[in-house]
Nanobody, 123 residues
Framework: QVQLVESGGGLVQAGGSLRLSCAASGRTFSRYAMGWFRQALGKEREAVAVISWSGDSTYYADSVKGRFTISRDNAKNTVYLQMNSLKPEDTAVYHC????????????????WGQGTQVTVSS
């Protein structure tokens, strides 16, 4: 089973950038599809971005297309979320997720979740 630890969250002004990292344990990381989800206070969790194990396929929520980029480095067992042009509505706890099935990551039906990292965007 893969274990996930996020980092890189913080406070940033609107229009700024942050890069989140998710470090995974386990020797089979390269076989997992990975995703980033977020949950704002009082709202449901939503999928932000997903990447296949090979990196060939990606999914983005409409609200972040053109601003966020998901990537992975299988040699470092790490997945990243580069967030640019941040908006106050991007404020949320961001969680990393993993599953061997790409489609299951998209819908949030996964075998592993990270503990989350807070992103706060001030106006």
């Amino acid at each position: 089973q893969v274990q996930l630890v996020e980092s890189g969250g913080g406070l940033v002004q609107a229009g700024g950038s942050l890069r989140l990292s998710c470090a995974a344990s386990g020797r089979t990381f390269s076989r997992y599809a990975m995703g980033w989800f977020r949950q704002a206070l009082g709202k449901e969790r939503e999928a932000v971005a997903v990447i296949s194990w090979s990196g060939d396929s990606t999914y983005y929520a409409d609200s972040v297309k053109g601003r966020f980029t998901i990537s992975r480095d299988n040699a470092k067992n790490t997945v990243y979320l580069q967030m640019n042009s941040l908006k106050p509505e991007d404020t949320a706890v961001y969680h990393c997720a993993a599953d061997r099935d790409y489609a299951r990551v998209v819908v949030g039906d996964v075998v592993a979740w990270g503990q989350g990292t807070q992103v706060t965007v001030s106006s």
